[in-house]
C-alpha cells in the first residue's frame, strides 16, 4: 500500500503546476516573488495518525531558512501552511522576528494542498483524511522528525531547540491548536487572525462587513445588491456577462460571488479601491452596478487575480487533482468540519439574501454528495472555540477584518489578544502589514492607515515570543 501510495505522489509531483490560487474565502492571497525560499524538501507521513493498522504514509513537502539561525540552540519557527499549495517561506513579519531572535525558519505544506496530496483523485471517498486533527498530528510529527534531523546535522543528541509555531488566518487556529494539543513541543503560539470558532450561520461576517465599510459605502453596497437582483430577474445572462461571470449558472453561486469581491477589499486592507468610486458613481447619478462591475472586473478579476470559476459548483464537483484543488479542498473543510456559511443577516444585510444557510448546505450536498454536512458543534467541543483552555498564545486580529468574530478577541494572562484598528487593518495585518495584496516585503506596515497601531502590537508580540522562549529554554537547562 505504501510503495502504491508513493508512486502515485511521485507522479504528482511531476504533473502539478504551482499555479493553485487558494481557496475562495480565507488567504486568497498571491504572495508573487516574496519568498525566502521556494526550495522544497519532502519527508514521509502517515496517511491516517489515528488509525492502529493502517500504515499508509504519502510525501509531504516542507522549507526550510536557516539565514538567521543561530545554531546550535536558536529557536525554531514553525510557520504553518493552510489551505492553499504551499509554494515557499513567503517573506512577512516572520523574517524580521528571525532576524532578531536568531530562529530558523521552516514551514510544512498542509496536508492533500498543493503537492502534498495523498491520493491523484479527490473523490469524497479519498478525502476522509483531510481535517484539521490529522493536520495537527502532521505538524507534531513532521515537529519532531525535523529536530531529529536537525540533530543529526549538528551532532548532537537529546537536545531539543525552543519551538514557536505561527499562522495567520486557518493556520492561525491550527497555530493555536497545536500549542492546545501538544503544548510539549512548542513554547507558544502566535494565532494571527485565528479563526477558533467554527460557526454554522456566520452573520456576524456580512455585519463587519457593513461596519467595515462605514454608512456611505454601505448604503451604495446594498443599493448594487438591490439592482443586482431586479437585472438577475430580468436579463440575467446579459448582467452575469458585464461581470465577466456568464459562466456561473446558479444565481446563488454569482451573488456569492459578487459578495466575496466586496468582502476582500476591507479583508486585504484595500477599502478605498472599492468605496472611492462607488460612492462618488451614487454621488454623480452614475450607474452603480456599471461602478461595481469596473471594480470587479479590474480589481478582483484583475489585479487580485480570483479566477470566477472558484465560484462555480461544476469546478468544485472536479476530482482530478490539478493546480486548482485547493477550492475543492477547503470547501470539504468548510462542509464537514468549520462551516464558517457566510449567510446573509435577516435585517440589513450586505450581501443578497440569497447567500442563505439553504445554499450553502445545498452546496455541500451537490459537490460532495449526501450526508455531507459540518460538524459545527463537534470542532467547538474538541478544541473549545473562544473557550480554547490553552497557554502562552497570542491572539491578533485586524479591526476591519471580518473573520475577527471567529477568532479570540478577550484577553487573559495566558493568551493575550490584541486587536490592530486602522482603515485598513484587515485579516492578519500583524504578519503582513497593509494593504496585503501584493503582499509587501516583511510585511512592511508604512501604509497601514496607522503604523503606530501596527508597531505597538509587534511589540506586544515580540514580548511574549521574547518571555516563553526564554522560559523554554530554562526548563530545558534545567531538566538536562
Ligand atoms: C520515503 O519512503 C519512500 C518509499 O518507502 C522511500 O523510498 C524514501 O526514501 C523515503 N523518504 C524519506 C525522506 O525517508
Ligand atoms: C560527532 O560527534 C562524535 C562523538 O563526539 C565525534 O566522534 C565526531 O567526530 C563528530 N562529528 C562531527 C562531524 O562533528
Ligand atoms: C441557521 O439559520 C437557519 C436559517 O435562518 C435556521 O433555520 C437555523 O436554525 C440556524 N441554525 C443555527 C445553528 O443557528
Ligand atoms: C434593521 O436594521 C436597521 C438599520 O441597521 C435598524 O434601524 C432596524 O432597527 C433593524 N430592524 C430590526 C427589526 O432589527
Ligand atoms: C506605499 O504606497 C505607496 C503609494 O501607493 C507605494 O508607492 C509604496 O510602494 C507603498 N509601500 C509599501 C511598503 O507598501
Ligand atoms: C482584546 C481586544 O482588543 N478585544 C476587542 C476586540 O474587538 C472586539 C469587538 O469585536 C472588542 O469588543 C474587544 O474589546
Redesign the pocket.
Known amino acids: 500500500m505504501r510503495v502504491v501510495a508513493y508512486a502515485a505522489s511521485l507522479l504528482l509531483m511531476l504533473t502539478l503546476s504551482d499555479a493553485a490560487l487558494t481557496s475562495r474565502i480565507l488567504n486568497r492571497l498571491t504572495d508573487g516573488s516574496n519568498y525566502l525560499t521556494t526550495q522544497e524538501l519532502w519527508f514521509n507521513q502517515s496517511l491516517d495518525h489515528f488509525s492502529p493498522y493502517d500504515h499508509r504514509q504519502f510525501a509531504q513537502r516542507y522549507y526550510e531558512y536557516l539565514d538567521h539561525f543561530l545554531p546550535p540552540d536558536g529557536p525554531i519557527f514553525l510557520k504553518i501552511c493552510g489551505e492553499s499549495a504551499c509554494n515557499g517561506i513567503s517573506n512577512d513579519y516572520i523574517n524580521v522576528l528571525a532576524k532578531k531572535f536568531g530562529a530558523a525558519v521552516v514551514s510544512l505544506e498542509h496536508r492533500y494542498y498543493g503537492k502534498s496530496s495523498p491520493f491523484k483523485s479527490l473523490a469524497t471517498v479519498n478525502l476522509k483524511y483531510l481535517s484539521s486533527k490529522q493536520a495537527l498530528f502532521d505538524l507534531a510529527v513532521f515537529r519532531q522528525y525535523y529536530q531529529d534531523s536537525l540533530n543529526a546535522k549538528l551532532n548532537k543528541s537529546n537536545v531539543e531547540n525552543p519551538w514557536f509555531v505561527f499562522g495567520v488566518s486557518y493556520p492561525g487556529a491550527l497555530s493555536a491548536w497545536f500549542r492546545l494539543k501538544f503544548p510539549h513541543l512548542t513554547c507558544g503560539s502566535l494565532a494571527s487572525s485565528a479563526v477558533v470558532l467554527a460557526v454554522y450561520n456566520f452573520t456576524e461576517f456580512d455585519q463587519q462587513i457593513g461596519e467595515s465599510a462605514g454608512p456611505e459605502c454601505k448604503a451604495a453596497l446594498q443599493e448594487v445588491n438591490s439592482l443586482v437582483e431586479q437585472r438577475l430577474a430580468t436579463d440575467g445572462k446579459a448582467l452575469k456577462t458585464l461581470f465577466g461571470a456568464a459562466e456561473l449558472k446558479i444565481d446563488a453561486d454569482f451573488m456569492y460571488f459578487l459578495a466575496d469581491a466586496a468582502v476582500i477589499a476591507f479583508q486585504y486592507g484595500n477599502p478605498d479601491i472599492l468605496c472611492s468610486p462607488l460612492v462618488q458613481a451614487k454621488n454623480n447619478g452614475e450607474d452603480l452596478v456599471d461602478a461595481y462591475a469596473a471594480y470587479v472586473k479590474d480589481y478582483y478579476l484583475g489585479s487580485f487575480g480570483v479566477s470566477v470559476q472558484t465560484y462555480n459548483q461544476q469546478h468544485l464537483k472536479n476530482t482530478v487533482l490539478n493546480g486548482d484543488s485547493s477550492d475543492r479542498l477547503w470547501w470539504f473543510q468548510v462542509c464537514t468540519e468549520v462551516a464558517y456559511f457566510q449567510v446573509a443577516p435577516s435585517n440589513d444585510s450586505v450581501r443578497s439574501s440569497k447567500v442563505d444557510t439553504r445554499y450553502h448546505l445545498d452546496l455541500c450536498k451537490n459537490v460532495f454528495g449526501e450526508g455531507i454536512y459540518p460538524d459545527v458543534d463537534g470542532t467547538n467541543i474538541y478544541y473549545g472555540g473562544k473557550k480554547i483552555a490553552g497557554s502562552k498564545i497570542v491572539f491578533a486580529?485586524g479591526s476591519q477584518d471580518p473573520w475577527?468574530?471567529a477568532s479570540k478577541?478577550?484577553?487573559s494572562t495566558d493568551m493575550p489578544?490584541?486587536?490592530v484598528t486602522c482603515h485598513n487593518c484587515g485579516h492578519g495585518t500583524d504578519l503582513r502589514g497593509c494593504p496585503q495584496a501584493p503582499l509587501v516585503p516583511e510585511g512592511d506596515a508604512k501604509n497601514c492607515s496607522s503604523p503606530d497601531a501596527v508597531h505597538k502590537v509587534r511589540q506586544q508580540i515580540i514580548e511574549h515570543i521574547d518571555l516563553w522562549l526564554s522560559q523554554c529554554q530554562s526548563l530545558a537547562r534545567s531538566s538536562m
Open positions: 486580529n475577527r468574530h478577541q478577550t484577553s489578544s490584541y486587536t
